[in-house]
């Protein structure tokens, strides 16, 4: 029997202090219903519309969607812990192509990174890539993209209390943070050299180091910035910097799927599921409802982005 | 009073000193309670500790999905473990090889790859291997990073308890007509393993550690599970002192455990000696 | 391509002064903390004992990764706000003190205990029992763990490439997420090999020089 001494004690206390912790629980929030309702009454396709040879017909054969996806994206893709579902714009849009192409919203996400989505899609270790993903003619060539299903953009957060920023040009010198792989480094390093980045994993991270006086400044996608300026403490400056289209990715070189998913949006658009989807994520946030983002995009066209980088 | 030499060197204190050991022992716990209050306050003022920070805690899903990264590091850990003490146990026998090409080869990578940070070999094996087609799951990338570092930090520890066991058990055997490699296998190595148990249990807790980098490939081990829930409540701070906490239990635990083996061990070993006499 | 016009020579020399400034800052500040967790781990005042087995035993049990976040996303909380660099080389010097303390104590509990005994005998006050007899033969068995535990410091410094910061491996990674160069990887592991190589070196160096024999 090994001797029990202070430290042993000290820890096996603070092991039934984190165990007693799930002795009371809260009440786990409710999927959300509306979801529950909008997937029942989702369209679903003809088997016979569905391009064979190509990664959305295995989808159908095995009955489920296979994506790359995030679980961690604010107001996009994230994980509700409590009820382990992934909520958010992208995850229910990922939702209802499934049950479009194989009958049922039934999904497998598999976390992708930057680096990795256009060789995880080009493999087919994933049939569809749902990633906020922008659209832009380089990647465009090693993949095809259905949609826009979104158009963004990117703006700019301050503190409440900043007066010394209100455009792009004002970030010279200053210390902002952007999100490791997205369109906001390449702003910045090619409009704004001058400004000392720093680079996070997520949009949370960036804010809460902007929260915390570490930077002055986030440049990021214009909802997502909306929603943490929901929150109090923070204010957006300037227009939208950037015209940037969020398609779906699908393998390279694959037109039928491509004509395939665009229809499929096009029957969302036109029912007002699209509608239902913005206004249940992203149009939650305050300011989000209107302009550019707010309105559907036309699938199809419009698939070039205006990074304005020169 | 430990047996350092610091404690001996002391003489035992008078009245006077006594005195003075008692006064500077209440500054100094006034001074830390007041460190900690001061954090606190400080803490609690930029709300770190608002109740929903943490309320997400009570959440019994929340807690289970805890539980199961807690079982993903073990799980990644343990593997890795046990793949890099295989590797470790081979390249400790090859550094004591008669053969010279082997003694060198072995030596060249363990001086590399002990000098290496992990997360540079995690970035290599995500970043590079798959242009050359080698594209393994996440835990895998986990698994090999870990134990390609590992393997020769444990190779290390191996090489220096086989090396403190007396010469005479080696001769012995070999002149009881065991060939090396048998009288390494039988003899020689056992009784390192015996002797490195402590290093070895040290080597687990910092493998434990060393499961952290599955962040930076999603692995949804713990530290990327505090991630997840952070994301969600907007309190990642508070997400990741709860992880933390579960780390320093479990490695303690893991420390006292090794402390058990170790004394159950030498008294195993004392008593064979004393049977064998 | 010849080898000296390979384009990315200046990141790679901004990454290797980067991860060079931040271990021997780093380095520096462990070794002050590791010598004043010496003093109150040895100290007869008992809470500073706790108080310095406690810094030890906690931090060495905990993943250095959950320090460097706790330092970025902490530390402003408690009102520390200071530039990103300095708050990772902060918990860079505050986990890798809690190995030198460790170093330093087995370095001090490895004199023989006669020899403090005797020096007191000998009429030496405690001040010079512990200047010319304890600590120079501690010396000589602390100077291989201190070199390890630098050694632990570089490799660790590679963290700070998960927060962004462009060291030796962060710029590996970003370079090679936009197109994919495996040659910056080797270099990189060269250099890391290297720096280890000369600390190496150069603690052999200072070992031999300290180890006075009679």
């Known amino acids: 029997m090994p001797r029990i001494d202070r430290k042993s004690a000290l820890s096996l206390a603070l092991a039934a202090l984190a165990a007693s912790a799930v002795v009371y629980s809260a009440p786990s929030a409710a999927a959300p219903d509306w979801r529950e309702a909008l997937l029942a009454s989702a369209p679903v396709a003809d088997p016979g519309d569905i391009p064979k040879d190509s990664s959305l017909w295995d989808a159908h054969q095995n009955g489920k969607l296979v994506y790359g996806g995030s679980k961690t994206q604010k107001l996009f893709s994230i994980e509700n812990p409590i009820t382990g579902k992934l909520e958010g714009f992208d995850a229910t849009m990922a939702l209802l192509l499934a049950k479009y192409v194989t009958g049922k919203p039934s999904v497998e996400v598999k976390i992708v990174t930057s680096a990795t989505r256009e060789a995880l899609l080009n493999n087919k270790t994933v049939q569809a890539v749902f990633y906020t993903y922008s659209i832009t003619p380089e990647r465009q060539n090693k993949v095809d993209f259905a949609g826009p299903y979104l158009i963004s953009g990117q703006s700019i957060a301050v503190r409440s209390d900043n007066d010394t920023i209100h455009k792009l040009e004002d970030l010279a010198n200053r210390k902002v943070c952007v999100t490791k792989g997205g369109t906001a480094y390449l702003t910045m390093t090619k409009r704004v050299p001058s400004a000392q980045l720093i680079t996070l994993d997520s949009s949370t991270e960036c804010e809460a180091t902007l929260r915390q006086g570490r930077v002055d400044a986030e440049v990021q996608d214009r909802p997502v910035l909306l929603g943490q300026v929901k929150a109090g403490g923070l204010k957006l400056v300037g227009d939208t910097l950037t015209y940037e289209p969020y398609g779906i990715g699908l393998p390279h070189n694959s037109p039928a799927e491509v004509a395939f998913v665009d229809n499929w949006l096009k029957l969302l658009i036109k029912d007002g599921i699209w509608q239902k989807v913005f206004d249940n994520t992203l149009g939650q946030v305050p300011g989000a409802g209107t302009g550019r983002i707010a309105t559907p995009p036309t699938p199809g066209q419009d698939l070039l982005p205006d990074l304005k980088l020169n | 009073m430990t047996n350092s030499p610091i404690d001996r060197m002391f003489d035992p204190p008078g009245p006077r000193g006594r005195r003075a050991i008692r006064l500077a022992s209440i500054v100094v716990i006034a001074l830390l309670a007041g460190l900690a209050w001061l954090v606190l306050y400080r803490f609690g003022k930029s709300g770190g500790l608002d109740r929903q920070a943490w309320s997400i805690f009570e959440s019994p899903n929340v807690i289970k999905l805890l539980g199961r990264a807690l079982y993903a590091t073990v799980r990644a850990a343990l593997l890795a473990g046990l793949l890099a003490l295989v590797w470790g146990t081979a390249l400790a026998l090859m550094r004591l090889s008669r053969h010279r090409w082997l003694r060198t080869a072995a030596a060249a990578y363990v001086e590399v790859t002990r000098s290496l940070p992990t997360l540079l070999v995690l970035y290599f094996t995500i970043l590079v291997l798959p242009f050359y087609g080698l594209r393994l799951p996440i835990y895998g990338q986990l698994v090999l990073a870990l134990t390609i570092t590992n393997a020769s930090m444990i190779s290390e520890v191996l090489r220096a308890s086989m090396l403190s066991i007396p010469a005479g058990q080696l001769e012995a055997s070999l002149s009881l007509g065991l060939t090396r490699p048998r009288a390494f296998w039988y003899i020689i190595l056992p009784q390192g393993f015996r002797a490195a148990m402590p290093a070895l249990v040290a080597q687990l807790v910092y493998l434990l550690k060393g499961t952290t980098l599955g962040y930076v490939i999603s692995y949804e081990e713990l530290l990327y599970s505090a991630k997840l829930i952070g994301e969600y409540t907007n309190f990642i701070l508070q997400s990741i002192l709860v992880v933390t906490a579960v780390y320093l239990v479990l490695n303690i635990i893991l420390s006292r455990v090794s402390i058990w083996i170790e004394q159950r061990l030498s008294l195993r070993g004392a008593a064979a000696s004393s049977k064998g006499k | ?214």
């Open chain 3, 1 to 214: 391509m010849s080898f000296f016009a390979w384009p990315y020579w200046g990141m790679f020399a901004s990454g290797l002064l980067l991860t060079l400034q931040v271990s021997a800052l780093a380095y520096a500040g462990a070794l002050v903390l590791g010598v004043i967790g010496v003093m109150c781990r040895t100290s007869r005042i008992l809470p500073l004992r706790w108080m310095g087995t406690a810094y030890v035993e906690s931090i060495r049990n905990v993943p250095s990764l959950a320090l460097v976040f706790i330092a970025v996303f902490g530390l402003p909380q408690i009102g520390l706000t200071m530039p990103l660099i300095t708050s990772v080389v902060v918990m860079l010097a505050i986990y890798e003190g809690a190995f030198a303390c460790e170093a330093l104590r087995s370095g001090i509990n490895c004199v023989p205990v006669g020899s403090a005994e005797a020096a007191r005998a000998l009429g030496l006050s405690n001040r010079e029992t512990l200047f010319y007899v304890v600590l120079p033969q501690a010396a000589r068995s602390v100077v291989q763990p201190l070199t390890n535990v630098f050694i632990k410091t570089v490799i660790n410094s590679s963290l700070i490439a998960i927060v962004g910061l462009p060291d030796l491996t962060g710029i590996a990674e970003r370079i090679n997420i936009r197109e994919a160069e495996p040659m910056l990887f080797f270099g990189v592991g060269l250099a890391y090999v290297a720096i280890a190589l000369l600390g190496g070196l150069l603690g052999g160096y200072i070992d031999r020089k300290v180890r006075f024999s009679r």
